[in-house]
């Protein structure tokens, strides 16, 4: 899933991601640091399961570097 990061040019200093599905009780939520250049978001599951310490969420700059 690609999100933008809305707030045009004044970008905040944290964004916070809450995933829920429909039948897990243990949601996905992840604090991430904001940059200027910070404007999508991408999120990937690649297994049917995630444990609540596992991390699935990679923050890249506009031009798919990462921070």
């Keep these: 899933l690609k999100f933008f990061v809305p707030g045009g040019e004044a970008r905040s200093s944290a964004y916070r991601v809450l ?4 039948d897990d009780v243990i949601p996905f939520e ?3 640091p ?3 250049d910070l ?4 999120l990937q599951t690649d297994k049917s399961v995630y444990k ?3 991390t699935d969420l990679l923050v890249t ?3 798919g570097t990462l921070p």
């Design 19 to 22: 995933v829920r599905a429909q």
């Design 52 to 54: 609540p310490m596992d």
């Design 61 to 63: 700059h506009e031009q």
């Design 39 to 42: 404007k999508t978001l991408f």
């Design 30 to 32: 992840k604090l991430i």
């Design 34 to 36: 904001g940059a200027p």
